[in-house]
């Protein structure tokens, strides 16, 4: 009832000031949401992205935004480069899969556009664009929600995984989408250039070279087969190593030109995720900061949980055992993972008074 809602809210409001009073929650997001050049993200379609820009590689999560900002900054660049720029598109299945679907369709809705992503009665989907590019229709099944979450904890074989819909599927669709309605760049093999692990790389080394060095060309490493963010790096990694990118200490260059985009609570792992793997970290660019001050007290206790569960995942990560997933970053405030610490119990009491909310 009305009463019980209330003091619910009361309750919540509570909490969330104790937390705060232990952690400062905004400028944890601010850091986890690591934006190295404001100036991408500037609203316009003619935004300056300098020359020394390589690649932009977008990891898979649940916010289509990412795809959006890649595809823009894709858009802005590829006239200006004295090479091919590639896009990295990688995104297995998790178990945030469905949301990033839901988002995807609102998103084509919301901006008036008919939808690259068409649903049949058997919840498979067809990928229109993605189809134009290929020359061949591409439809695939949508796993169950009870595979996603078995996939998102214990993994599944990449043969399995890559052939249901995967979030980099979702995003090279609408990353499409945005080149060809907004500026003028239609799926076609005279201006892309698709690459996946199944592609015969040793077979065409020749074609690949003479494709990475001419001008106004978009090479698309496409990553659809795996199960979490190191996953998506590692994979990318190997496909780049394939095509001869990883030479005379070229994958560190690379690294170093490269735009990555992620969901904003896990940029900094993914910034460290890729200095791991590719030897040096890349330009950061998170979409958005989420801001607390305009959101509604269960979406501050859901961006509570987020920022100190990722506080607590670099510190853990980092310390992995035998081998760490990335480094710890040598930024990250002692004083944060031991208010984290102090806030959980605080995330405890909130997740039981919301329950299924959360």
Not at 255 to 273: C, E, F, G, S, W
Request: with cysteine; glycine share 6%; aromatic share 6%.
């Amino acid at each position: 009832d009305d009463g019980q809602a209330e003091r619910q809210c009361a309750e919540l409001t509570a909490l969330l000031a104790k937390a705060q009073a232990l952690l400062s929650v905004q400028p944890v997001i601010g850091y986890l949401a690591q934006q190295d050049r404001p100036a991408l993200l500037e609203p316009s379609k003619e935004r300056a992205v300098d020359s020394d820009v390589r690649m932009v590689l977008c990891l898979g999560q649940n916010e289509v935004e990412v795809p959006i900002l890649a595809a823009q900054l894709v858009g802005c660049a590829w006239r200006d480069q004295n090479r091919a720029l590639l896009l990295g598109v990688a995104g297995g299945i998790g178990r945030l899969t469905p949301l990033l679907l839901e988002q995807s369709l609102e998103w084509y809705h919301r901006t008036g556009r008919t939808s690259g992503l068409v649903v049949g009665e058997d919840s498979s989907i067809e990928f229109r664009r993605t189809s134009a590019l290929l020359g061949r229709t591409l439809r695939k099944p949508f796993m169950p929600e009870e595979g996603q979450h078995k996939v998102s904890r214990q993994g599944a074989p990449r043969e399995e995984v890559e052939s249901h819909v995967c979030e980099g599927d979702l995003y090279l669709e609408v990353i499409l989408e945005i080149l060809a309605s907004e500026y003028g760049l239609e799926p076609n093999a005279d201006r892309f250039f698709l690459v996946d692990r199944n592609f015969p790389y040793e077979q065409r080394l020749d074609e690949i070279q003479v494709v990475l060095r001419e001008k106004r060309r978009i090479v698309i490493v496409l990553e659809n087969s795996s199960c979490n963010t190191g996953q998506n790096v590692e994979f990318t990694t190997e496909m780049l190593q394939r095509m001869r990118l990883a030479e005379n200490g070229d994958l560190r260059r690379l690294a170093a030109a490269t735009v990555l985009i992620q969901n904003p609570y896990l940029q900094k792992r993914a910034v460290m995720t890729v200095e791991r793997w590719m030897g040096a970290c890349p330009i950061s660019c998170a979409p958005f900061v989420p801001q607390l001050q305009r959101m509604h007290p269960v979406e501050q206790v859901m961006a509570l949980h987020l920022a100190v569960g990722e506080l607590q995942r670099l510190k853990a990560y980092s310390e992995a055992k035998p081998v760490p997933f990335f480094r710890c970053p040598p930024d990250l405030p002692a004083e944060w993972l031991q208010a984290a610490a102090a806030v959980t119990p605080l995330l405890l009491q909130m997740r039981t008074l919301l329950g299924e909310q959360l």
